[in-house]
């Protein structure tokens, strides 16, 4: 029985070093199928329905071709949902960019080994912790009695918080249930998604191109500005894909940390969830999708992918 399977064995393995394109159908067909059946095949059906609308009387689904869900989609509360939801994607990519790129750029050219190790695992520890209680833990941290108001106020700048506060639109009666705690939330939140390509762009830079630049006389901000921060690019914009997209989906941070105001995630969920709408959810979810692939052509379009 044993010197069967064996021989089963090696005639199958003759087989696949006879034939490689056999070989490479049998390892791509199963990711393949996954990719098309489960992941493209569910955004497919996503936009599908976001063709059908909500029948105002009985409350069903209408399975019938319309544009009236879109129709409702542009309305100026849902327009003002996706404007928010944006600008605050935008917010955070920018701000997780310049608050990454001084440590990675450390980090990769100038840490030693040791350092080096500290401050990677100092990077990646928070995500080994539960996302909800890092969320839970930031409401703490920004509520009237944490410890940001309690720095403030024995500072002596407890004016400023509460300037910073009564500012219109994204102030609030403490961080905890503003904007701008749901800013910082998700700032803290998606860093290390930033951080670590950065860091794998800054790697790759050729230390050749660091000293013929210098060799040929130009100073070290025009080195940064026309050798460094091109080919950091790439990296620049993987972060940006990370932190960009992710807080276009979130649902979970803006309904712990921050005020009433809702975002595409919370529409999608209230939508699919609490009012049954899923024509509108779905095409709540188109939203996200089409702001990515313009910001991925627009990127391909600026060459910032040549360098990967």
Do not use: C
């Not at 910073?164 to 290390?192: H, K, R």
């Not at 070290?220 to 690019?233: E, G, S, Y």
């Not at 005020?259 to 959810?281: C, D, H, K, Y």
Request: aromatic share 10%; no cysteine.
């Amino acid at each position: 029985m044993a010197a069967t399977e064996q021989s089963a064995g090696r005639r199958l393995a003759t087989l696949l070093y006879r034939q490689p394109r056999l070989t490479l159908a049998l390892l791509l067909v199963p990711p393949l199928l996954y990719l098309l059946v489960l992941y493209l095949g569910s955004l497919a059906s996503l936009l599908l329905q976001s063709f059908f609308a909500l029948d105002d009387f009985s409350g069903l689904i209408v399975r019938q071709f319309t544009l009236r869900t879109y129709a409702n989609l542009f309305s100026p509360a849902n327009l003002d949902i996706i404007a928010r939801t944006t600008t605050m994607a935008l917010a955070v990519t920018i701000a997780d960019a310049l608050l990454a790129f001084p440590l990675a750029y450390y980090m990769a050219r100038y840490a030693t080994p040791r350092t080096k190790a500290a401050l990677s695992l100092a990077v990646v520890m928070p995500l080994w912790a539960s996302y909800l209680v890092r969320v839970y833990a930031w409401k703490l941290l920004l509520a009237k009695e944490g410890i940001i108001g309690w720095v403030f106020t024995h500072l002596g700048i407890g004016w400023l918080l509460d300037g910073i506060l009564a500012l219109p639109v994204i102030g609030g009666p403490s961080l905890s249930v503003s904007l701008i705690g749901t800013f910082l939330t998700f700032m803290y939140v998606w860093l290390p998604y930033m951080i670590l390509p950065i860091q794998a762009a800054l790697e790759r830079v050729p230390p050749s191109l660091i000293e013929a630049s210098a060799d040929l006389g130009a100073h070290d901000n025009q080195t940064f500005r026309h050798v460094i921060l091109p080919l950091a690019l790439p990296g620049v914009v993987a972060g940006s894909i990370f932190t960009f997209s992710l807080t276009l989906g979130d649902f979970i941070i803006p309904g712990i940390v921050g005020n009433s105001s809702r975002f595409i995630g919370m529409a999608v969920l209230e939508q699919q969830g609490t009012s049954g709408n899923i024509p509108l959810a779905a095409a709540f979810t188109m939203v996200p999708i089409l702001i990515m692939a313009v910001y991925l052509l627009t990127a391909k379009r600026l060459g910032a992918f040549d360098a990967l």
